[in-house]
């Protein structure tokens, strides 16, 4: 069955930096577009980023130019590398797989599949 399996989340102070990993299994990695997705405290869930097959990559005006979103294929690991983190960055994030055929990745929640998430805690 499909897992996905985030770590490296923690504590950073702000303006620090942490790269959060997703381990992925039970089916073909390299065919299928990936995503991060976040839930602060009290909110809703919010899209990150994502990435295409292609590596064509999208990313919320909140997180661009800060954070890199990247995959390896042949380790089947997604990656998330975030750069001068935010007390507002504070959440649970999630790595997130999209169905086969998805045209339009930016802003889009509709996954089939989503991890445990891994927090991350911005805070002096």
């Known amino acids: ?49 994502s990435i295409r097959t292609d590596l064509l990559t999208y990313y919320a005006d909140s997180v661009k130019g800060r954070f890199t979103i990247s995959r390896d294929d042949d380790k089947d690991t997604l990656y998330l590398q975030m750069n001068d983190l935010r007390p507002e960055d504070t959440a649970v994030y999630y790595c997130a797989k999209y169905p086969a055929g998805l045209a339009n990745l930016r802003g889009n929640l509709a996954h089939d599949y989503r991890g445990q998430g891994t927090q991350v805690t911005v805070s002096s």
């Open 1 to 49: 069955q499909v897992q996905l399996l985030e770590s490296g989340g923690g504590l950073v102070h702000p303006g620090g930096s942490l790269r959060l990993s997703c381990a992925a299994s039970g089916f073909t990695f390299y065919a299928y577009s990936m995503s991060w997705v976040r839930q602060g405290p009290g909110k809703e869930l919010e899209w990150v980023s």
